[in-house]
C-alpha cells in the first residue's frame, strides 16, 4: 500500500486488485512464499472447455480453475498468473505474463509431471517434462500487436527423471533428463497456443489423458492424470524464465517465476547439475508442488488478496479510504527554530510535545482489513499487523531484525510511555467466504495511529519525501490457533499519483539490504531496472477518470503504431490493475497521463544457456509505480530517474546509475510499450535515493471543449502545503517537497 504522510496532511494507501488469490509480498522472504500445493478442479458451468487460441483473457472455458500468481509482487502490480483445469480426458493449463521487459525469442517454460504413484519405483521413468519456447525472433510489422492463435517455436518433451546412486561423474545422482546425453521425444504432446498484446503474452495449453496406470510408461501420447477417487496426490513443476538481451556492461540475464515459487532452476539454485544448459537443470520431483484432482484443506484457508479490503480511516464507521492524518504543527525545535530536515526532527525527544497552536484532538489513523477465508470453516483468533517502510523498492522484508528496514506501524520513536500497540488488530474469528469474497461483517481494525510530534516530523519533513516521508505499507495476516491454515499471508502495493505539475519530481529509495552477496564478490550489486510507460487520454465519469484510449504517438508505442480504444487484453493488465484515477487528486483536471512501472533484479553470479546464449541470473527484488496527470494536450511525455549530484547512500558510500541502451528491445518487439532500462550500482546491504521524475511538454493542441486550460502555477494545489481541523482530509493530493516548473513552449 502506497502512503504519504503530511502535517495536517494525507497518507495515501492505493489498493490495486490482483490477478489471483495470492500474496503481494517482499522478493526474498522466502517464508512468505504462496502456498504451493494444488487442487486441479473439473472446469465448467455455463461454458464449455477452453477454446485453445492462446487468449485466456475473457475465455469462459476457464471459469472455476485453480489460479496461482507465478510472479512474487513487492510493490507493483505484475502479470504472471497460471490456470489449471479439467475437462474429460484432457488437462488444461494457461499461462499469462508480462515481458521481462519485451516477450523474447529465447523465453521458455518449464513444465514437469509425476503423475504415478509416489511408492512405486518405476514411477520416474513414467515422469513427464515439457519445455515450450513461445516466440520467434522478431514481431513482424508495426501497430499495436494483437495477435492470436500462434503455434509456439518450439516445444520439447522429455521422459525419466531416474536418478542413478552410481556411475560416472555427470550420471551419478543426476537425473536422467538432466544428463548431458538426454534428448527430447520425436514428438510433442498435445495443443499449444500463444497469444501477445503489447509487451504481454498468454498461452494456452491442452494435453490429453487418460486413467490407465499400467500404460502410464508406455503412452506417449497422452499423460496419465489419477482420478478424484481414490484420492491421490502427484508432483507438479513450472518456472516460466523470461529472457532479455541486455547490452554492455550487463550481460543477457534470464529472470524465473517458478512454482513452487521457492524452487528455482538447479543451476540457479547454486547446486549444479549435468550442465549449464536449461535441460540439464530441472529440479528434483521431490521438490514440486503438491497436486491433486480432488479437493483438500492443503488449498484452502485464510488470505489477503485483491479482492479483501485493505486501508485506513479516521472513524470506526466509515468506509476504507487511503488517507491518513497527522496534527497540523508547526514543527520547530525546543528553542522555536523552525525545523526544516528530518536529521533535525531525529533531534527532538521521543516524547516531544505537540505545540499548543496544534487542532485537538489529534486525528485518528485506523488501519483495517477483511482478510478471506475460503477454508471449510471459521478460522479463529486472525489478526493483522501493518508495517512501514519508504516508497520505492525496500530491502528484504525481514521485521525481526533489530535494525528492520520495515518497522511496525507506531513504533518508530515511540515514546516509552506510550504502552498502547497500534499496528495490529485484536483477534476475531474469520467466517467462511461468500460467493467467493470475504464474508466478515466488520473490519478488523487497529487501535487508532495518532503520531506524536516527533513521528509526524520525522515522517513528513523530508527533501522530495525521500527517507521516510512516502510510504509503502505491508499487511500480513496470522492467527495465535495453530489449527488455522494460512494460505496468503501478506499485501503490499507501492502505487504514487502525482500531481498535475509538469515536470514533478519524487525520491524513491531503492535498498539491497537483505538481498544476499554481490555477483562478484567484493563488488557492487547491480541492480537493473525495467520501466514501462503507458500514455492515455482520460475522461471524467463522476468523481474518476477513466482511460479513454493509449494515445497515438511514439512516446506511447513505438512508432508505426496506430491508436488502439481500451478493450479488454489491449491494454496490458498490470496498467489496468492500477483502476481509476480519482477525481479528487487533481481539481485540474486530466485529459493525458501517463503510467510507469518499474521493477528491479538485481544480477547473480549463476547462469544458464538457453537457446545457445548464455544468460545471466537476475532476481526480482521489488518495483514502484506511479501516474502523472495533466489538465492539458500534450506534445511529449518523459519519465526518468537519476541520482542526485554528490548525494551519498545510507552506509557514506558512493552509488552509480547508468542509462542502458533499450533499442535492441525496440528491434526485437517494435510494437512493445516503451522501456527504459537503467543498471544501479549499489554495495552490499546499502540503500540510495533517486529522483524519478515526469515531466509532460505541452503542443500546440487544444483541449477538447469543457475541459481546463492545461496551465499549472505555483499557487496550484499541487504544489502548496493545504492545512485543515483535525478531522479534516485534504481536498487535493497536495504534496510538499516537489521540485516542478511549468514548461513553456520554447520560442520559434
Same mark, same amino acid.
Given at each position: 500500500m502506497l502512503s504519504s504522510i503530511r502535517s495536517l496532511k494525507e497518507l495515501v494507501l492505493r489498493a490495486v486488485p490482483v490477478v489471483a488469490f495470492l500474496s503481494w509480498v517482499p522478493a526474498a522472504a522466502l517464508a512468505q512464499d504462496a502456498d504451493p500445493n494444488l487442487c486441479i478442479p473439473a472446469l465448467g458451468g455455463l461454458a464449455a472447455a477452453p477454446t485453445i487460441d492462446g487468449r485466456v483473457e475473457g475465455d469462459p472455458g476457464w471459469n472455476r480453475a485453480m489460479k496461482v500468481n507465478l510472479k512474487r509482487p513487492g510493490g507493483t502490480a505484475r502479470l504472471g498468473v497460471m490456470q489449471l483445469g479439467r475437462v474429460g480426458n484432457n488437462l488444461y493449463i494457461s499461462f499469462e505474463i508480462e515481458g521481462t521487459p519485451t516477450p523474447n525469442e529465447n523465453d521458455v517454460v518449464v513444465l514437469g509431471l509425476s503423475t504415478t504413484p509416489a511408492t512405486d519405483p518405476t514411477t520416474p521413468a513414467k515422469d513427464w517434462r515439457i519445455h515450450i519456447y513461445p516466440f520467434e525472433g522478431t514481431d513482424v510489422g508495426s501497430g499495436v500487436p494483437d495477435y492470436v492463435n500462434d503455434p509456439p517455436r518450439l516445444q520439447q518433451t522429455w521422459r525419466n527423471s531416474t536418478t542413478p546412486t552410481s556411475g560416472p561423474v555427470g550420471v551419478i545422482n543426476v537425473p536422467a533428463w538432466n544428463q548431458a546425453s538426454a534428448v527430447p521425444l520425436g514428438s510433442s504432446i498435445g495443443e499449444v497456443k500463444v497469444s501477445r498484446t503489447l509487451n504481454n503474452w498468454a498461452m494456452e495449453i491442452r494435453i490429453p489423458t487418460h486413467g490407465v496406470l499400467a500404460d502410464a510408461a508406455s503412452n506417449t501420447t497422452a499423460l496419465y492424470l489419477p482420478p478424484e477417487s481414490p484420492a491421490t496426490t502427484f508432483k507438479f513443476y513450472a518456472n516460466v524464465l523470461s529472457t532479455a538481451d541486455l547490452t554492455a556492461p550487463l550481460p543477457p540475464t534470464f529472470a524465473e517465476d517458478p512454482w513452487p515459487q521457492n524452487v528455482p532452476m538447479l543451476v540457479a539454485g547454486g547446486t549444479g547439475s549435468g550442465g549449464d544448459f536449461v535441460h540439464n537443470n530441472t529440479p528434483l520431483p521431490s521438490t514440486w508442488a503438491t497436486a491433486s484432482t480432488h479437493a483438500r484443506n492443503e488449498c484452502k484457508g485464510v488470505y489477503l488478496a485483491g479482492n479483501t479490503p485493505v486501508g485506513v480511516r479516521q472513524n470506526t464507521t466509515a468506509a476504507p479510504g487511503y488517507t491518513s492524518l497527522t496534527g497540523n504543527g508547526p514543527f520547530q525545535t525546543s528553542a522555536g527554530t523552525p525545523i526544516t530536515t528530518v536529521e533535525e526532527c531525529q533531534l527532538l525527544a521521543d516524547n516531544a510535545a505537540w505545540p499548543a497552536s496544534t487542532t485537538m484532538p489529534l486525528p485518528n489513523n485506523f488501519f483495517i482489513a477483511k482478510p478471506g477465508n475460503d477454508g471449510t470453516? /471459521?478460522? $479463529?483468533?486472525? %489478526? @493483522?499487523?501493518?508495517?512501514?517502510?519508504?516508497?520505492? &523498492?525496500?530491502?528484504? #522484508?525481514?521485521?525481526? +531484525?533489530?535494525?528492520?528496514?520495515?518497522?511496525?506501524?507506531?513504533?518508530?520513536?515511540?515514546?516509552?510511555?506510550?504502552?498502547?500497540?497500534?499496528?495490529?488488530?485484536?483477534?476475531?474469528?474469520?467466517?467462511?467466504?461468500?460467493?467467493?469474497?470475504?464474508?466478515?461483517?466488520?473490519?478488523?481494525?487497529?487501535?487508532?495511529?495518532?503520531?506524536?510530534?516527533?513521528?509526524?516530523?520525522?515522517?513528513?519533513?523530508?527533501?522530495?519525501?525521500?527517507?521516510?516521508?512516502?510510504?509503502?505499507?505491508?499487511?500480513?495476516? /496470522?492467527? $495465535?490457533?495453530? %489449527? @488455522?491454515?494460512?494460505?496468503?499471508?501478506?499485501?503490499? &502495493?507501492?502505487?504514487? #499519483?502525482?500531481?498535475? +505539475?509538469?515536470?514533478?519530481?519524487?525520491?524513491?529509495?531503492?535498498?539491497?539490504?537483505?538481498?544476499?552477496?554481490?555477483?562478484?564478490?567484493?563488488?557492487?550489486?547491480?541492480?537493473?531496472?525495467?520501466?514501462?510507460?503507458?500514455?492515455?487520454?482520460?475522461?471524467?465519469?463522476?468523481?474518476?477518470?477513466?482511460?479513454?484510449?493509449?494515445?497515438?504517438?511514439?512516446?506511447?508505442?513505438?512508432?508505426?503504431?496506430?491508436?488502439?480504444?481500451?478493450?479488454?487484453?489491449?491494454?496490458?493488465?498490470?496498467?489496468?490493475?492500477?483502476?481509476?484515477?480519482?477525481?479528487?487528486?487533481?481539481?485540474?483536471?486530466?485529459?493525458?497521463?501517463?503510467?510507469?512501472?518499474?521493477?528491479?533484479?538485481?544480477?547473480?553470479?549463476?547462469?544458464?544457456?538457453?537457446?545457445?546464449?548464455?544468460?545471466?541470473?537476475?532476481?526480482?527484488?521489488?518495483?514502484?509505480?506511479?501516474?502523472?496527470?495533466?489538465?492539458?494536450?500534450?506534445?511529449?511525455?518523459?519519465?526518468?530517474?537519476?541520482?542526485?549530484?554528490?548525494?551519498?547512500?545510507?552506509?557514506?558510500?558512493?552509488?552509480?546509475?547508468?542509462?542502458?541502451?533499450?533499442?535492441?528491445?525496440?528491434?526485437?518487439?517494435?510494437?512493445?510499450l516503451p522501456v527504459s532500462v537503467h543498471m544501479l550500482q549499489l554495495a552490499e546491504n546499502d540503500t540510495v535515493t533517486v529522483a524519478v521524475r515526469a515531466d509532460a511538454q505541452e503542443g500546440e493542441a487544444k483541449p477538447p471543449a469543457g475541459t481546463p486550460d492545461g496551465k499549472t502555477t505555483k499557487d496550484d494545489t499541487c504544489g502548496k502545503l493545504k492545512l485543515g481541523s483535525a478531522g479534516g482530509v485534504l481536498a487535493a493530493f497536495a504534496v510538499t517537497g516537489f521540485v516542478w516548473k511549468r514548461r513553456r513552449k520554447p520560442k520559434q
Open positions: 470453516g /471459521s478460522a $479463529a483468533g486472525v %489478526s @493483522v499487523k501493518y508495517f512501514v517502510a519508504p516508497w520505492g &523498492i525496500p530491502g528484504a #522484508f525481514d521485521a525481526g +531484525a533489530p535494525n528492520a528496514y520495515w518497522h511496525p506501524i507506531g513504533e518508530l520513536y515511540r515514546p516509552a510511555s506510550m504502552t498502547t500497540t497500534v499496528h495490529t488488530t485484536p483477534a476475531m474469528s474469520i467466517p467462511v467466504d461468500v460467493g467467493g469474497n470475504p464474508a466478515l461483517t466488520n473490519y478488523l481494525s487497529t487501535p487508532s495511529w495518532q503520531l506524536t510530534y516527533k513521528q509526524a516530523c520525522v515522517y513528513t519533513k523530508s527533501a522530495y519525501y525521500g527517507f521516510v516521508g512516502h510510504h509503502c505499507i505491508h499487511a500480513e495476516v /496470522s492467527s $495465535a490457533d495453530p %489449527s @488455522v491454515r494460512i494460505r496468503n499471508k501478506s499485501i503490499q &502495493i507501492n502505487h504514487n #499519483f502525482m500531481p498535475t +505539475a509538469s515536470p514533478v519530481e519524487r525520491e524513491a529509495q531503492i535498498s539491497v539490504k537483505g538481498r544476499g552477496t554481490p555477483a562478484v564478490r567484493g563488488k557492487p550489486h547491480e541492480v537493473i531496472l525495467f520501466s514501462h510507460k503507458l500514455v492515455q487520454t482520460f475522461s471524467r465519469d463522476g468523481t474518476r477518470y477513466f482511460p479513454a484510449a493509449i494515445k497515438p504517438d511514439s512516446t506511447a508505442v513505438h512508432a508505426g503504431a496506430a491508436p488502439s480504444a481500451l478493450a479488454p487484453g489491449v491494454v496490458p493488465y498490470q496498467f489496468r490493475a492500477l483502476g481509476p484515477v480519482p477525481a479528487e487528486r487533481f481539481p485540474k483536471g486530466v485529459v493525458e497521463g501517463m503510467t510507469v512501472i518499474t521493477n528491479a533484479y538485481v544480477r547473480r553470479s549463476n547462469s544458464l544457456i538457453i537457446g545457445n546464449t548464455r544468460y545471466q541470473r537476475a532476481d526480482y527484488i521489488g518495483g514502484y509505480s506511479y501516474f502523472a496527470g495533466h489538465a492539458g494536450v500534450t506534445k511529449n511525455w518523459t519519465e526518468s530517474v537519476a541520482l542526485q549530484p554528490g548525494s551519498k547512500t545510507a552506509l557514506g558510500q558512493s552509488a552509480t546509475l547508468q542509462s542502458l541502451d533499450p533499442r535492441v528491445f525496440a528491434a526485437k518487439a517494435p510494437s512493445s
